[in-house]
């Protein structure tokens, strides 16, 4: 004994320190989370009322490696490209975590040939970022992506994806928001009348891109000091980086002496007036703002872009949500399929993606706040018995029940206390007991209670699973 216990001891002082403690940190690593069964409950009614508007749109799912290429991803992303992650070589195979769902998606059209599809596809991604997890922002998360590839008439498709926004937005109930809209083409004329030298339209955009975030006399000193340009530039960008607006303003900017003599601004306002056209028939204008500013960073866009922004709630519960901004973006990207395509083959694109993780940590704030009590189970019935001895026909029934497709439990007991299978109930929000007695078994009847309202009533046995769903079907 002596010999094992030494041994023992010589073990424990091996795995380290203090009263054998392990030494290292239970924790997630840094920009991820663990979600228990109530924030699993919230996401997956997010989840279900999104995937519903998609499907209500005609959309078909897909799915793509959590992992790419790492030549795939290079050079889609412009200045965000230091986020992805790469992967060790394996194999011979250089590969990265995927950043986004939407080159992976013109990937998988461009290997396949496919010229026309409307998908959507949610998934995780990632980002090497340093995260503001209050805000809903992490390092591995999810993304709601709604996708239309194909060769249309202007515009259609384009206001699909903002009245799937705006269904979205309102199914949730987020509060108010406001989609802004621009087009890349009216931001790159837009530079080109204000003198930015092309070599500059990108790194100039990501500056407009902090509009949202930061006021106009930071942007233009980054724009200035760190980027290079020059100052009268600069203040003709302001100029129209701060107009807002409809389609009066469309109108306007059509008749603008400067913008109206380039090329690339005029096809980006004659389509935007289309849209606006479009959005109207739609019954959604009073939502959709015509913003200068926007400019969305990533490299891919063409054409449309557009960004939903919550508005701040003005309500004393949630007064920390200010911050929380964009929820939903998107826009036309006609290149990055070409990108890929040994030929340069093009698929015109225009996409939605949706804010899951903002959208998530609002709602469960929200129920924080609210104290609501959340279901993380779906089950309809309890099976309890009353006696003692009564296990094998509690599972007899419980069989039954499961057979006929009705979601049910017991307690993992020969002999259970009634008062502590009606207590369960109550803890997990159960609303029925399916309650089996001596009495009952002869009479041929199970006694069906029902928690809210401690109402007992007499079912026969041939008749409980139509009961049960009876009373438990959703209104």
Known sequence: IAKEVAKLLEMKAQLGGDEGKPKFVLK?????????????????????????CFKRHGAEV?????????????????????????????????????????????????????????????????RRDNP???????????????????????????????????????DLQLGDFVIKVNDRRILDGMFAVCGVPDSKFRTICSSVDKLD?????EVRSEMVGEKGLSPEAADRIGEYVQLHGGLDLIERLLQDPKLSQNKLAKEGLGDMKLLFEYLTLF????????????????????????????????????????????????????????????KGRKVP???????????????????????????????????????????????????????AGIKAEMLYKKNPKLLNQLQYCED??????????????KDGVVKLRIVATREEVNIRRESLVEEIRTRTSQP
């Open 28 to 52: 997630t690593p840094k920009g991820t989370r663990d979600y228990g069964p109530k924030q699993m409950a919230i996401r997956e009614r997010v989840f279900s009322a999104i995937i519903s």
């Open 62 to 126: 897909i799915d793509t490696p959590v992992f790419e290429l790492k030549e795939t991803l290079t050079g889609k992303y412009g200045e965000d490209s230091k986020l992805i992650y790469d992967l060790k070589d394996q194999g011979g195979e250089l590969l990265s975590l995927r950043y986004d769902l939407t080159v992976p998606f013109a990937r998988y059209l461009a290997m396949n040939k496919i010229t026309n599809i409307k998908r959507y596809h949610i998934a995780k991604v990632y």
């Open 132 to 170: 503001a997890m209050t805000r809903g922002r992490y390092r591995e998360f999810y993304q709601c992506d709604f996708d239309i590839a194909g060769q249309f008439d202007p515009m259609i498709p384009d206001a699909e994806c903002l009245k799937i926004v705006h269904e979205i937005l309102s």
């Open 213 to 217: 975030k930061v006021p106009w006399e």
């Open 283 to 342: 019954g959604i204008t009073g939502k959709i703002s015509f913003d200068l500013s926007l400019a969305r960073g990533l490299d891919y866009y063409t054409g449309v872009i557009f960004e939903a922004v919550l508005l701040q709630q003005e309500n004393e519960h949630v007064e920390e949500l200010v911050g929380v901004g964009s929820v939903a973006g998107g826009g036309r990207y006609d290149g990055l399929v070409g990108m890929f395509d040994p």
């Open 349 to 403: 694109c225009v996409g939605v993606s949706i804010g899951i993780e903002r959208i998530f940590s609002i709602l469960e704030q929200r129920l924080e706040a609210s104290e609501e009590k959340i279901r993380t189970t779906e089950t309809q019935v309890l099976v309890a018995s009353a006696q003692k001895k009564l296990l094998e026909e509690r599972l007899k029934l419980i069989s039954e029940l499961w057979d």
């Open 428 to 441: 997990s929000g159960i609303p029925l007991v399916a309650i089996v007695g001596e009495q009952e078994l």
